[in-house]
């Protein structure tokens, strides 16, 4: 195998792994330098001339002229009878330069150097990989889906490095097949046997925030700041802004004209309901505000307990607790208190609690409408038929016993 050959092989290796042309002459002449050490014991006097681009890589061995038969060290030394053979002008204490052809080491040491060049290509772009996105933590990546598995995606960034998106870290809704275009942000790179993982995340609060800084040019800008972000990724978020400047409104400017700049973000997060709310140091008015849509009557902090009691009108609850317990679990996440909801009514002395029903409805069933905040028999009579089969999974037939049981009850 001759200079040309070789060279022209590692050169795939340059063409496949994109790598420029300084970094791949420092690898090339690590790599022979390791070899020649390993081969003469030293590499001192060797000079390696590599040329990645046309192919050529020439290895000197330099040595000192001394006299016949007092050479000492041969790899450092050349008799002077040989040294003439070589250029017939040479005289004792010169330094003679000889060149040593690829074929001088054998085809076995020509596979370690090849092996010895994959594993330095290897390890350079598994350390390049690494540095590049520990910078890129939290920044928005716009990758390809090259590979589908049931607990993970493989992503593919614009320089095809492998990036992964767990199931836990996707929306429950989203849907991917393989080729389409996918937007994530870097959640954390670690090293995994040797190897970088760069794990995306689509349910993230930070990816919430790259995407208001996208859409949002106040945002980005600094004018208004995002406080913070709750999420139940899929189904409802939570938004505190603020701005120091009275003239922006945060909120309208989030939202914009006819809601058209934080429509971009709900589809982007596959129809998330997204509450963008004043951020404000009063408690009990950032509580609130938390619970929007619902409008409460009053409220008590209890600031040694970090609780807060609120009282909203029957109507309200439901709005208050929201689908799922969504709309409550996350106010309280947003401002650090544990909310409790009381209904204000005058006919609450006259309710019963669902659970006194226990012996005509299953509990499953009293599950449900709790779920959607309605635990007394009043407040599921104070919801059509239609609203229950629409904020509930029963099935009509169910609602309309369980109405008939709780009717029974006043009658």
Same mark, same amino acid.
């Given at each position: 195998?001759?200079?040309?050959?070789?060279?022209?092989?590692?050169?795939?290796?340059?063409?496949?792994?994109?790598?420029?042309r300084p970094t791949m002459m420092r690898i090339l002449?690590?790599?022979?330098?390791?070899t020649l050490l390993k081969k003469f014991g030293t590499d001192e006097n060797f000079d390696i001339i590599v040329n990645v681009d046309k192919g050529d890589l020439e290895i000197w061995h330099f040595r000192e002229v001394v006299e016949d038969g007092a050479v000492e060290d041969p790899n450092r030394q050349i008799a002077y009878s040989e040294?003439?053979?070589?250029?017939?002008?040479?005289?004792?204490?010169?330094?003679?330069?000889?060149?040593?052809?690829?074929a001088d080491f054998g085809r076995r040491e020509v596979l370690t150097i090849r092996q010895?060049?994959?594993?330095?290509?290897q390890e350079y772009e598994r350390d390049n990989e690494f540095k590049k996105y520990k910078d890129r933590i939290g920044e928005v990546i716009t990758g390809e889906v090259y590979q589908i598995w049931k607990k993970e995606i493989l992503v593919l960034d614009d320089e095809d490095i492998e990036l992964v998106l767990p199931k836990s870290e996707q929306i429950p809704s989203d849907f991917f097949r393989k080729g389409d275009t996918i937007r994530a942000v870097v959640l954390k790179v670690e090293m995994r046997n040797n190897n970088p993982v760069i794990i995306l995340s689509r349910t993230s609060p930070i990816f919430l925030e790259r995407l208001f800084e996208a859409e949002v040019p106040e945002v980005f800008d600094g004018l208004i700041t995002i406080k913070n972000i709750v999420r139940e990724p899929g189904e409802r978020a939570k938004v505190a802004v603020e701005s120091y400047d009275d003239r922006i409104d945060p909120v309208g400017a989030c939202v914009g004209m006819k809601g058209s700049r934080i429509h971009g973000i709900v589809r982007e997060l596959r129809n998330e309901n997204i509450d963008v709310i004043n951020y404000?140091?009063?408690?009990?008015?950032?509580? %609130?505000? *938390? $619970?929007?849509?619902? #409008?409460?009557?009053?409220?008590?902090?209890?600031?040694?307990?970090?609780?807060?009691?609120?009282?909203?009108?029957?109507? %309200?609850? *439901? $709005?208050?607790?929201? #689908?799922?317990?969504?709309?409550?679990?996350?106010?309280?996440?947003?401002?650090g208190y544990e909310i409790d909801v009381y209904r204000d009514t005058e006919d609450e002395m006259d309710d019963v609690d669902l659970t006194e029903f226990s012996d005509e409805i299953d509990q499953w069933i009293i599950e449900e409408f709790k779920n959607i905040g309605c635990?007394?028999?009043r407040s599921v009579l104070e919801l059509d038929h239609t609203e229950l089969l629409k904020r509930t999974d029963l099935e009509e037939e169910t609602v309309q016993e369980v109405l008939r049981i709780l009717r029974a009850e006043f009658e």
């Open positions: 195998m001759n200079s040309l050959s070789l060279v022209e092989s590692f050169a795939e290796f340059k063409e496949f792994k994109n790598i420029n002449e690590e790599v022979f330098r390791n040294a003439i053979k070589i250029e017939p002008d040479f005289e004792v204490g010169e330094d003679v330069s000889e060149e040593i052809k690829l010895n060049l994959a594993a330095k290509i404000t140091t009063n408690i009990s008015l950032y509580i %609130q505000r *938390s $619970l929007s849509p619902a #409008k409460i009557t009053s409220i008590t902090i209890h600031e040694d307990s970090n609780r807060a009691d609120v009282f909203l009108k029957p109507d %309200q609850v *439901s $709005l208050a607790i929201g #689908k799922g317990g969504h709309n409550i679990k996350l106010a309280g996440k947003l401002t635990d007394t028999a």
